[in-house]
């Protein structure tokens, strides 16, 4: 099972940003349509945004709609969430996962055990 490592969390006030990146091995990413997901505690895991294989199709989740924005760097292996106008609500765990699709299949799932790859997760605070 290929590792996702995840970067870029930390504590921001609110209205403040933050980016996450998250790496893949390349025979991984190259595969793969990613997604992040975030969870509170005593909550479910929940799907945040998520990014196609070439980087043409993208979801987001209604709450972070017009203020969050995926990418992804196909000659790096990276996926990156660019995260701005935070609010406290956004406070979580956020984990990249990687779904090996083939490359006319762009749907997002919000059942985890469709995506194969996780990392560990890293912690966004957002304080108020």
């Known amino acids: 099972q290929a590792q996702l490592a995840e970067s870029g969390g930390g504590l921001v006030q609110a209205g403040g940003s933050l980016r996450l990146a998250c790496t893949a091995p390349?025979?991984?990413?190259?595969?793969?349509?990613m997604a992040w997901f975030r969870q509170t505690p005593g909550n479910e895991r929940e799907l945040v945004v998520g990014?196609?294989?070439?980087?043409?199709?993208?979801h987001y989740a209604d709450s972070v709609k017009g203020r969050f924005t995926i990418s992804r760097d196909n000659t790096k292996n990276t996926v990156y969430l660019q995260m701005n106008s935070l609010k406290a609500e956004d406070t979580a765990v956020y984990y990249c996962?990687?779904?090996?699709?083939?490359?006319?299949?762009?749907?997002?799932?919000?059942?985890?055990?469709?995506?194969?790859?996780w990392g560990q997760g890293t912690q966004v605070t957002v304080s108020s």
């Open positions: 996962a990687a779904r090996q699709t083939i490359l006319t299949d762009n749907y997002f799932y919000t059942d985890l055990s469709r995506y194969a790859h």
């Open positions: 990014i196609s294989r070439s980087g043409s199709v993208t």
């Open positions: 390349s025979r991984t990413f190259g595969r793969s349509l």
